[in-house]
């Protein structure tokens, strides 16, 4: 394995180490879901809300390990390798971020769900743009359209685009720091449109090279 690889390892096995030292102290049903005005409305048993996140962090290392093996453009992947390790990693911290949330609320340690959510968001949504930057084609990593898959020039171009845009998002999502109330919109609604003018983007791309 590589360095990136371990280190992720071992905060993925701390997190279950995590999660059995506080076992006796947490509540028998535990939060599982804030709605947009930051208040708990679902829950999960306890052993659930404890070990279902590193389970799911457990199963998306195995991927994470896997695709730069199993892409058929893996040469492709080791060519910005560096920056892949980079992304799994704050993927990672992410999901840390939110089972440490998660654990801390089910003690009494209650803090901001919106302003901790968009922090993390932001940050996760801008560190995506600086990924795109670099990616390079194949099957698993980036904007993968029945376009930019075909074509490198496609993919390099949308790529571009993509990095900035999800880098803007990423900006937006931290301004629900300044305004709590629309913090929800402030993520989804720039992700929802940066998403669908990239797929539109990259359709378009690909027709104008076709007819050159």
């Known amino acids: 394995m590589t360095r ?59 991927l994470f390990v896997a695709i730069p093996r199993i892409d ?11 920056h892949y390790d980079r992304l799994v990693l704050v993927i990672t911290l992410f999901m840390l971020a939110v089972y440490a949330h998660t654990l801390l609320w089910s003690l009494g340690i209650q803090l901001g769900t919106n302003y901790l959510m968009c922090a993390l968001t932001g940050l996760l949504l801008f560190f995506v743009g600086v990924t795109l930057q670099h990616a390079k084609r194949n099957w698993f990593v980036g904007i993968r359209t029945p376009w930019t898959l075909s074509s490198d020039a496609v993919w390099q171009k949308t790529h571009r685009l993509g990095a900035r845009l999800f880098k803007l998002t990423g900006v937006l999502a931290l301004l629900g720091l300044l305004l709590p109330a629309f913090a929800i919109y402030l993520v989804l609604v720039p992700v929802v449109t940066a998403s669908i003018v990239i797929v539109v983007y990259s359709y378009f791309c690909y027709q104008t090279m076709e007819m050159e």
């Open 4 to 62: 990136s690889e371990t280190a992720i390892a071992v905060l993925v096995l701390l997190s279950f180490l995590a999660g059995a030292a506080l076992y006796p102290r947490l509540p028998e049903h535990m939060p599982s879901h804030w709605n947009a005005q930051g208040q708990v409305d679902d829950y999960l048993p306890r052993f659930w809300g404890v070990f279902l996140l590193p389970l799911m962090l457990t199963a998306l290392w195995l």
């Open 72 to 82: 058929p453009l893996r040469e492709n992947i080791a060519a910005f390798r560096r």
